[in-house]
Each structure stands twice: as structure tokens, then as C-alpha cells.
């Protein structure tokens, strides 16, 4: 079945602009993560979507970073006045169900490059 | 402060030997763990996880221990093959926060 689909799967753009990126999950999962990946480093936690509970954005570096769920599928993590320490992989991951530790599987990330 | 770390960065086998990746975890109240393997310009693929009310589990060709005593967790992988190479990352979570905490990750090279 498909996976966790990302677009777009490059993004370069200039300091300052505004991003925006996708992430279509897996169907039938409840749960949507992102995560940021810098180079050569593990990944950074940044925000979680469960059903219509309200998102856990702790891990949003700040407040240029915002994400939406809509209709409970897809989302899209936005990025304003980009910096150039915004640049890294970001990557999606779903999972079926919260609270029963279920795996979180990952998209292949959106590679963002900020001049 | 949590924290999940690698002893070892890089690993180097040959091939059809057996590999064991390390990870330490500091956080004594997670109660889940799982292993990814992440390819050049991939996403992290899942390969195995396990529960903190059990200290060993086995897939194909690996086996994940847990060591809640010495909060260690390894990922045996047996007879390696070249496709094994990859960057592996253990991870640890605690109930009620679903987010992952990833280690820095270990580079698995296989040597023909």
C-alpha cells in the first residue's frame, strides 16, 4: 500500500521568504507527526496531530513555525521569513492509533534549502 | 533532561557477520523503544520495536534487547548483508507523550 508521501522532495528559496510543505499520511492513520533532521543529526520532534484533540506543538522552534491538520489527513507545515538555520530535511511520519505505541512511519522528507 | 545517545557512531562489519548497535537512554520512565534504519536520501524505515515490559524480541534477522537496568538497548542484526548498510537510530518514547526522542544514530558500513 502507499506510504507517507512529502512534496515537494527539494525546496530551495531565499532568506525571508515563506514555505510551505506537505504531507499526505498513510490511510487510515490517526496520528501525524513532523520532525526536523539537520545534517548528519538525529531527528527534532516538532509538532503531533491526534484525530480532532488539539496538536502538541512543543516542538516547534518558533513561532515563524506553524502546522494544520485539516479534514484529518493532510498537513501542511508552514514556514515564515525563512532564516538560513531553518535548512534541513523535514519529514513526516504517521502512525495508526495514539496511547497503544504504535510505530511512526516515515515519509522520505521534503529537503529545504534556505540561501 | 531526556535523552537517548549511541555508543558508538560508526560500525564497521564484514559481511555476512553479525552486527550489534548500542544505545544508552536516560530517561528511566520511557516505556518504548523502537529502531529505524535510514538510507541516503530516504526516510527512516522502521525495523523493530519493543515495550519496557519485555527485554528481548525478535524479527527477521534481528533481535532488539532492552536492559531496563542499565537503560541499554541494542539491535543485533544477523549474517549482514550488503544492504544493511544504512544509518541506524534507536529512539524511545513514555507514555502519554507520543513524540519520539531519537539518538545521534550509527552508521553500519559491510565490508565484501
Known amino acids: 500500500g502507499a506510504g507517507v508521501s512529502q512534496s515537494p522532495s527539494n525546496k530551495v528559496t531565499e532568506k525571508g521568504k515563506d514555505v510551505e510543505l506537505r504531507c499526505d499520511p498513510i490511510?487510515?492513520?490517526?496520528?501525524l507527526y513532523w520532525y526536523r533532521q539537520s545534517l548528519g543529526q538525529g531527528l527534532e520532534f516538532l509538532i503531533y496531530f491526534q484525530g480532532n484533540s488539539a496538536p502538541d506543538k512543543s516542538g516547534l522552534p518558533s513561532d515563524r513555525f506553524s502546522a494544520e491538520r485539516t479534514g484529518g489527513s493532510v498537513s501542511t507545515l508552514t514556514i515564515q521569513r525563512t532564516q538560513q538555520e531553518d535548512s534541513a530535511v523535514y519529514l513526516c511520519?504517521?502512525?495508526?492509533?495514539?496511547?497503544?505505541?504504535?510505530?511512526?512511519?516515515f515519509g522520505d522528507g521534503t529537503r529545504l534549502s534556505i540561501l | 533532561g531526556e535523552s537517548v545517545g549511541l555508543h558508538l557512531p560508526t560500525l564497521s562489519v564484514q559481511e555476512g557477520d553479525n552486527s550489534i548497535i548500542n544505545c544508552a537512554y536516560s530517561?528511566?520512565?520511557?516505556?518504548?523503544f523502537i529502531w529505524y534504519k535510514q538510507e541516503s536520501g530516504k526516510g527512516p524505515q522502521f525495523i523493530i520495536d519493543i515495550r519496557s515490559n519485555m527485554d528481548k524480541r525478535q524479527g527477521q534477522r534481528v533481535t532488539v534487547l532492552l536492559n531496563k537496568t542499565v537503560k541499554h538497548l541494542s539491535l543485533q542484526i544477523a549474517a549482514t548483508q550488503p544492504g544493511d548498510s544504512a544509518v541506524y537510530f534507536c529512539?524511545?518514547?513514555?507514555?502519554?507523550?507520543?513524540?519520539?526522542?531519537f539518538g545521534q544514530g550509527t552508521r553500519l558500513t559491510i565490508n565484501p
Open positions: 511520519a504517521s502512525s495508526l492509533d495514539r496511547g497503544a505505541n504504535q510505530p511512526q512511519h
Open positions: 529512539a524511545e518514547s513514555f507514555q502519554g507523550a507520543q513524540k519520539l526522542v
Open positions: 490511510s487510515g492513520h490517526t496520528a
Open positions: 530517561n528511566s520512565a520511557s516505556d518504548y
